[in-house]
């Protein structure tokens, strides 16, 4: 207990701990403990202008930095003369009147959710997006098909900050979930806003949806990361795998590798998507990579580069796996209310490892990586060692997966030790 003479901070009213993260308000400049207002501190970075719980009544939602999108220029979309750029309307207009080969090409999987298990994948890889027409077999668990964005904000709470994108600039704002559910429900809306990083493992939603059992089976967040960790670890379990993603009509979300090569399940509870699917080919990768460092990044639409770019339409009711490293873009052609989430797995662990590289290369930022993802890199691989010993012990042959697995995370993991050692040594 504080005494009488010693500072008390934060809504918990505690005295100053240096072991925990805190954060001060811009406005009353009281500080509070990250944990007591939901900020993570690799989050802190991101933060122009921190307005805590109380000072939000006055002053309304945290300023987050801007995203500096250098190779946007200006432009009116009634504008003529200049580069059609992503999000836009005269894009969104070409988008819908352009051809693309059917996804059927690839050709992707199309299977009951009761094939879908760890047999059927150890035997056929993962490797080919899959898509489920009905939910059954999946012990898929999502709210009742009448479930509204009002329900969503009920269960989130109405001062929720989320992450709201400005489709047309292609840029990041913060909203509150109440404006959000104002917005979605306007019958004008002067602008096309979308979101779709709206992670809920926290909140009363959570109890709502239950990813499909082939996740939880695979997941290395589910499997390989410890249910205990000392009270003093600076790690928390990474919240990556319940997302509620609300778009409506137009809305666009440009070519990208979800975080750390992760996998994704989606459904459809509402609405509609359009998928644009490319190959995660050495090629193609290497394209992508090249794309996201260029500055004419947003003139320039990315499926036009590769070999070939697939359409995938996911109806209301279906459920969509995405596999790791596909680049993949997202059209919302009517206003949508979806669930899905992203998880690690053993079945790509080279090609995570080789998107979590690209992402450092191009400098991606912070708050839009998959966090701790070193960390449970090592707890995979002692998973993977845990399996290849069994293996020895019972005189059986690994498979295929978990040997190109353990090896390429024993060579990132020792990259990133040497790394880790230099950077020691030059701070030293």
Sequence with gaps: MASDTEPIYCLCRQPYDETLFMIECDVCKDWFHGSCVGVLEHQA??????????????????????????????????????????????????????MFPSADEIPILRLHG?????????????????????????????????????????????????????????????????????????PNRQKIFNVISLEFSNTKLSEFVVPPAIVRELSWVQNVWPDQLPDDSPYNRPEVQKYCLMGVRDSFTDFHIDFGGTSVWYHVLRGEKVFYLIRPTSANVSLYENWLSSSNQSETFFGDQVDSCYKCVIKTGQTFFVPTGWIHAVFTPIDSLVFGGNFLHSYNAPLQL??????????????????????????AAKHFLDILKECVEDQKVPRKYILDGAKALAQHLKSWTQRKDLNNTFLG
């Design 45 to 98: 970075s991101d933060i122009e202008i921190y307005h805590c719980p109380n000072c939000q009544l006055l002053k309304g939602p945290l300023v987050l930095k801007r995203r500096k999108n250098w190779h946007r220029h200006d432009y009116s979309e009634e504008e003529t003369g200049k580069a059609v750029q992503t999000g836009t309307v005269v894009f969104i207009k070409e988008l819908k009147n352009r």
């Design 114 to 186: 009761s094939q879908l298990t760890k047999d059927y994948l150890d035997k056929n890889g993962f490797d080919t997006p899959i898509l489920i027409e009905k939910k059954d077999g999946l012990s898929l668990t999502v709210p009742p098909s009448n479930f509204t964005i009002q329900d969503v904000e009920n269960h989130v709470g109405s001062m929720r900050e989320i992450d709201v994108i400005d489709v047309a600039r292609q840029e990041d704002y913060k909203m509150l979930m109440r404006e959000w559910t104002e917005y979605y429900n306007s």
């Design 354 to 379: 080789q998107v979590y590289e690209i992402e450092r290369r191009v400098k991606t930022p912070e708050k839009y990586l998959f966090p701790f993802y070193e960390t449970i890199c090592w707890y």
